[in-house]
């Protein structure tokens, strides 16, 4: 069922794309929606991808970095709780 779906939209897709592309090339003259693409167009993107690039991976690093150790700290937290002899079941 779901590979029928997938095998379904995928193309779907790709022909409203096809579909829409020349419609969004003749907007304005072929620019796009920021203008005329300049040399410091070009530039100022760059820049932005060589910063963004970096941002986002140290984020996400930290982001990860913050799950790991809540993680450790409940696997600590359970095996400090089956550890204690009080909990481990029996009269």
Do not use: C
Not at 9 to 19: D, N, R, Y
Not at 46 to 75: H, N, T, Y
Request: proline share 4%; hydrophobic share 50%; net charge positive.
């Amino acid at each position: 069922m779901r590979t029928r779906l997938l095998a379904t939209l995928i193309p779907l897709a790709l022909l409203v794309a096809l579909a829409l592309a020349p419609a969004a090339s003749a907007y304005n003259n072929g620019r796009g929606f920021y203008g005329p693409t300049t040399d410091k167009t070009t530039t100022d993107a760059g820049f932005i991808l060589v910063l963004a690039f970096p941002l986002f991976v140290f984020a996400m690093s930290m982001i990860q970095r913050g799950l790991d150790k809540r993680k450790e700290a409940r696997k600590a937290a359970h095996k400090a709780f089956l550890a204690n002899g009080r909990w481990r079941g029996g009269w």
